[in-house]
């Protein structure tokens, strides 16, 4: 019996490495068939707008795509990868219509090497119509809950794959370590950790098994590497960051990534310590490639070759720009709205200025991941995976994750949750406007066009007007979230003595990018002005922040019985933040970033000894500490929950043995609720500048009304080294303590 298995299984084995021989072989039999001009287009991604008739980038007025243009690229600059929309969004069936045309003309080149498209789908499908949009990263980040983050993922690339669409420019694993960024939102908060452990969850719902399925998508983790903490908070502006933070914050995200099997990596716009990031070879190929190990396929941002050119000025013409690029480790050009790259790089390599082995590398990992999406199979839509589109599923899981990013910051009085038999005045922009629910990347670039939302969508007005009588609900307020209107109370005293409540929906209208810069985190000047108009009306009242930043409220919050941070909580975030606030569901998210209380004091929760120190000046004023409006962490709930028995296996431990920690969760109320636990480790000193603490694990835990539950938690040395400037992990022995709400425990290890 043994020796029939063990030949099968040799035969099994021979087998494999002849597929695999053979997959190699072919690719590299295909490039050697190939011209320069031919690796050089499987290099080049144009965007389809600039292969349609004239169209506003991101301006959503769909245009034809021009037949001409398209052959001209794909049959004379041999094109091999297209992105993004000519405008706005389209149906599945338009998608199929193009992708179709697509491949058509690919297919009917000598080489039939099919395109590889390229799209955004951050937080659900943006440009398929009628697909389903769940909250924003930082949202999701509020969730602490990794499974819901892989099932966002999987839904979203059902969507993608039934739209035609098998590369999806996701996850951002940027940290985000300055609210002033307009991308902010688009990260998993300020914690590396977090930022981690739920990035590799989307790389693994995205790229499911291997990328066989017609339900995986390859991802695309970006945007490598420190894009999120600009000196000035502006979108696309140096930044500064040491080796030692680069190691410590902003590369453990992407190290987990790659680990993850993320297929490719979309490269920082901007630049760190006045080097260009997509014109350095330290970090494209000496740290990327060779310490962190990518093998995947790296492909620029948005125009940032030829930027290296016109905005970074590093280099004297575009063609040294493409030269520069390439050098650095470049595999594919974002171009999109030229084929400048094109001629440059041909030039270049037939002069002798770059090898053709360079660009064979490229070119190799390029037809490796077509080969492993399967498009040399099939490279046309996949009519069976149309089936995977808008199911019911996918709006009770954007409804699920949008009720657990909700963040309860402060319940006076327990105002929250508000009783359904009341009369309510809803105030703020935010009220009756789809645009600010969902923010960017929703059906369209900027996210802020109302009317190409689906029908089905409902703004918060719209579920008040569903769930309670007319009577009960006092509303004017516009769809366009800037309208002067919006800012006023246009009610007289009579109608306004007849409410019991005020509701008062502020925060941002969507943006993305650099449009969503900013010179002050400070809330709007109008909008804390009707928020002072609110609190004159003396009634009970409820701030619902709808917002991609934790915009500063400190003038008023002070006069708000409760505040709710609900993010960007998209397709069902109407209907969630409604659940919160009349206590269909009990919130449990936990804030993923420091809330500032001042503008100038933008302090994150890991900072280092020397901020947390509280010192009196003579005049008795003390100064210094971490005092934010609100807490990494933060996060209230109707039940109330107590931690006690809180406990250490050992006050030592060495070399591999295990810290096992354990509590009693009890929920005091009588009210069933769910509990985020941060778990923290601290070092007490280290030979580099520890910070104050630093998030080691996530759980959750659901105990009914009056229950009470022992909670385990294991950490081990992985937990307690640190890097250093040169990336390497320094484990010392000594005292750390382990936090988590108002526990603390010290221990001793020992290596
Ligand atoms: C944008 C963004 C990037 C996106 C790309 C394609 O400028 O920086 O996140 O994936 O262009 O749309």
Redesign the pocket.
């Known amino acids: 019996m043994i020796k029939h298995s063990a030949k099968y299984f040799l035969t099994f084995l021979f087998l494999c490495n002849l597929i695999c021989l053979f997959g190699q072989d072919q690719i590299d039999l295909l490039i050697e068939k190939m011209t320069v001009e031919q690796k050089v287009g499987q290099m080049t991604q144009i965007n389809l707008g600039f292969l349609s008739s004239s169209v506003d980038q991101h301006d959503g007025k769909v245009k034809k795509i021009d037949k001409e243009k398209l052959k001209n690229a794909i049959e004379n600059h041999h094109v091999g990868s297209i992105?993004?929309t000519a405008g706005t969004a389209y149906t599945i069936e338009k998608w199929h219509r193009i992708l179709t045309d697509i491949q058509d003309i690919a297919l009917a080149t000598p080489l039939e090497i099919p395109v590889l498209y390229g799209i955004?789908a951050i937080h659900g499908v943006t440009y398929t119509k009628g697909s389903t949009l769940f909250p924003h990263n930082i949202g999701l980040a509020a969730t602490r809950n990794p499974a819901i983050a892989n099932q966002i993922a999987v839904a979203t690339a059902k969507e993608s794959r039934a739209s035609g669409l098998r590369w999806n420019?996701d996850p951002v694993l940027d940290v985000g370590r300055n609210p002033l960024w307009p991308r902010f939102c688009e990260t998993f908060g300020e914690d590396p950790f977090l930022v981690s452990t739920l990035g590799t969850e989307l790389i693994k719902g995205y790229e499911q098994d291997g990328l066989s399925e017609n339900t995986a998508v390859a991802s695309c983790m970006?945007?490598f590497i420190g894009y999120s903490d600009p000196k000035s908070g502006k979108d696309r502006t140096e930044a500064y960051i040491s080796d030692i933070t680069l190691w410590q914050k902003h590369i453990p995200s992407f190290k987990a990534a790659i680990d993850a099997g993320a297929s490719t990596i979309?490269i920082n716009?901007s630049m760190i310590n006045d080097v260009p990031v997509h014109a350095s070879y330290r970090l494209l190929t000496e740290l990327l490639r060779n310490k962190l190990g990518f093998k995947g396929m790296i492909v620029t941002?948005?125009e940032d070759i030829i930027r290296l050119h016109e905005r970074h000025k590093i280099a004297k013409t575009p063609r040294e720009a493409v030269r520069i690029a390439i050098e650095a480790g470049i595999d594919m050009s974002?171009v999109p709205n030229s084929f400048s790259f094109c001629e440059h790089l041909i030039d270049l390599v037939k002069s002798g200025d770059l090898s053709e082995d360079r660009i064979d590398a490229s070119v190799r990992r390029i037809l490796v991941l077509k080969r492993d999406l399967g498009l040399f199979e099939n490279a046309y839509p996949e009519k069976d995976a149309v089936q995977n589109f808008g199911l019911q599923e996918y709006q009770s899981l954007a409804l699920n994750s949008a009720r657990e990013s909700m963040v309860l910051l402060k319940n006076s009085g327990q105002v929250l949750p508000l009783p359904k038999n009341k009369k309510y005045l809803l105030l703020g922009p935010g009220a009756n406007c789809l645009s600010a629910l969902n923010g960017c990347w929703s059906y369209s670039w900027q996210g802020d066009k109302e009317d190409v939302y689906p029908k089905t969508s409902r703004t918060i007005l719209d579920v008040f007007q569903e769930r309670f009588s007319e009577n009960q609900v006092l509303c004017d307020v516009k769809s366009d979230y800037s309208n002067a209107d919006n800012f006023n109370i246009n009610f007289s005293d009579e109608e306004i003595s007849n409410v019991d409540y005020v509701i008062l929906f502020l925060g941002e209208n969507a943006y993305a990018?650099s449009p969503g810069n900013i010179d002050d985190l400070t809330l709007d000047h109008n909008q804390i002005e009707l928020a002072k108009k609110a609190i004159a009306l003396d009634k009970k009242i409820v701030l619902v922040l709808i917002q991609g930043r934790p915009r500063i409220i400190s003038d008023f919050s002070a006069k708000m019985d409760g505040i709710v941070n609900a993010f960007l909580p998209g397709s069902m975030g109407a209907q969630a933040i409604v659940d919160v606030l009349f206590g269909d569901f009990n919130p449990s998210g936990t804030l993923p970033f420091t809330y500032p209380a001042n503008s100038g004091d933008l302090l994150t929760y890991d900072h280092k000894n020397l901020s947390a120190m509280v010192r009196t000046a003579p005049n008795k004023k003390t100064y210094g500490g971490y005092h934010p409006a609100f807490k990494f962490g933060d996060g209230l709930s109707y039940s109330d929950f107590s931690i006690s028995d809180f406990k250490l296996n050992s006050d030592t431990i060495s070399g591999d043995e295990k810290l096992q920690i354990s509590f009693q969760l009890k929920n005091n109320s009588n009210v069933d609720g769910t509990k985020n636990i941060d778990v923290f480790i601290k070092d007490h000193f280290a030979t580099l500048a520890p910070d104050v603490m630093n998030l080691k694990a996530i759980t959750k835990v659901f105990l009914k009304g009056g229950a009470q539950k022992e909670v385990f938690i294991t950490l081990d040395k992985n937990d307690l080294f640190f890097f250093n400037a040169k990336g390497e992990k320094l484990l010392e022995d000594g005292f750390f303590s382990v936090l988590i709400e108002d526990q603390n425990q010290s221990f001793y290890f020992k290596n």
């Open positions: 992105l993004n955004d420019f970006k945007h979309m716009s941002d948005w974002m990018e």
